[in-house]
């Protein structure tokens, strides 16, 4: 079993103490899903890094998108996050406003840590989605899973 292998293997322990389903695991994509109340969140494990993403809202659904491009510019300056890089993006293509998180190096955190960091993204999730209702933005995004999604 690689390094990385046995990263994962505590990072989903992590999340599974976390959320309480003992099972939890990353899927073949290196990915684990979750749904927290209104908020659709993945945990990816990139190379190098563990992302946190959520789509906020789709980006046909908001009126006078110029002013939100300005907006989500001026926001991406007040986000704070002690535990990594976090920004609010456009995505053309996937047609969402999404929020994400990047913690690296890949490690596994403290169970701890990984719920004040997950805590964290969840809190500025929602008040970026709260921001956003400003512009009417429709319903939220709905994020297409490959792997297992789970309802927290």
Do not use: W
Not at 49 to 66: C, M, N, Q, T
Not at 67 to 89: H, I, K, P, Q
Not at 102 to 119: G, V, W, Y
């Amino acid at each position: 079993m690689t390094e990385r292998e046995q990263t994962l293997i505590q990072v989903a322990g992590a999340v599974a103490q976390l959320v309480g389903i003992p099972e939890l695991g990353f899927d073949d994509d290196d990915c684990i899903c979750l749904e927290f109340e209104d908020v659709t969140c993945a945990l990816v494990a990139a190379e190098d890094r563990l992302i946190l993403h959520a789509d906020l809202a789709p980006l046909s659904g908001v009126s006078e998108r110029e002013d939100v491009y300005r907006a989500l510019l001026r926001l991406n300056a007040d986000l704070t996050f002690s535990d990594g890089a976090v920004a609010v993006a456009t995505d053309r293509d996937a047609d969402s406003i999404a929020l994400s998180c990047i913690i690296k190096p890949l490690h596994a955190p403290e169970a701890d840590l990984l719920e004040a960091i997950m805590t964290r993204f969840l809190e500025l999730a929602q008040d970026v989605q709260l921001y956003l209702r400003q512009f009417s933005v429709t319903e939220q995004a709905q994020q297409e899973f490959s792997g297992a999604g789970l309802r927290v």
